[in-house]
């Protein structure tokens, strides 16, 4: 099987579905933003919320905290108005297993809605794609997936919060043969990093959306005078963007072991494997798109 590229022969715009536990953290809202912002390469058709581990809420729970973040950052961009839906209400149990849920139906409704190819770019727990996968298998090859999960094949564990979430939706991803690109998080998109000073000085200015941006990250690290915050999510639109930013080599899709460490076998299926985030150019587009959102 051919790599994920295959899927945009046309070198147009992605058909695009934002999987994002946007509730957890504060580097999906900025994720949103990127894709809302870039039409002439990503046509987001849907945003479904993602389910994400938490010792304050229920799986439920998070899914409707996403929900509402998903609103709040949509609120603020003018120009966007995609369908937001909710995602799986548990955890797969098995690589088998499935979630039927309004998230997974829309991936497969899209999926079938048109001959081009549609990118679900997933940036939490993979349990909302690996459902649509596993209830309709026939998909592959006509889905292709970029999914920010794990760490660095260098790293001695990959138990990183989107993979260890649902390892069992990972395994679908790594074993189904669907088209995937596979952006680690530590190694990889942990070089997107900024600041508060540098939020503060070049996007609270700008705006609604700037200022709320800038306003969620000084709020999540606090002292922050000393820190910088990786804004790990925006590689996966990076991709969609511009592949070059996030260049990735093919390599034999990994085995995911049971206590969360890779195995690898030459034999495999192909994937793309990511192995570096131009964090400059990346933040540098997505900041521009702020600034002229207004």
Not at 111 to 116: D, H, L
Not at 124 to 140: F, K, Q, Y
Not at 180 to 193: E, Q, T, W, Y
Not at 238 to 262: E, K, Q
Request: proline share 7%; charged share 25%; net charge negative.
């Amino acid at each position: 099987m051919e790599p994920v590229t295959r899927l945009n022969p046309s070198g147009g715009p992605w058909r695009v579905v934002l999987d994002t536990d946007t509730a957890n953290e504060i580097d999906d809202q900025f994720a949103i933003a990127h894709a809302c912002l870039s039409p002439d390469r990503i046509r987001l058709e849907a945003i479904c919320a993602a389910p994400f581990r938490s010792h304050r809420l229920t799986v439920e729970e998070s899914v409707t905290a996403s929900v509402d973040e998903i609103c709040q950052v949509l609120s603020r961009i003018p120009s966007a108005d995609p369908p937001v839906y909710r995602g799986s209400d548990r955890w797969l149990s098995s690589p088998k297993d499935a979630v039927e849920s309004e998230a997974a139906d829309a991936i497969i409704e899209l999926a079938e809605a048109s001959e081009e190819p549609l990118l679900v770019l997933a940036i939490g727990a993979a349990t909302n794609v690996a459902s649509a996968l596993n209830i309709r298998p026939d998909l592959i090859g006509r889905v292709g997936v970029v999914w920010l999960g794990g760490h660095s094949f260098d790293f001695p564990r990959t138990d990183e919060f989107n993979l260890a979430g649902d390892p069992h939706a990972a395994r679908v991803l790594f074993d189904s043969g669907v088209d995937l690109v596979l952006i680690p998080a530590m190694g990889v998109s942990s070089h997107l990093l900024t600041t508060v000073a540098e939020l503060e000085r070049h996007l609270e200015p700008t705006g609604e959306l700037g200022a709320y941006l800038t306003d969620i990250v000084r709020e999540h690290r606090r002292p922050h005078w000393e820190r910088a915050k990786e804004i790990w999510d925006v590689s996966a639109t990076a991709w969609a963007i511009n592949p070059d930013w996030v260049p990735t080599r093919i390599v034999p899709s990994p085995i995911l072991r049971g206590d969360l460490t890779y195995g690898h076998d030459p034999n495999r299926h192909p994937i793309r494997y990511a192995y570096f985030c131009a964090r400059n150019a990346i933040l540098g587009d997505l900041f521009r798109k702020i600034a002229a959102n207004g």
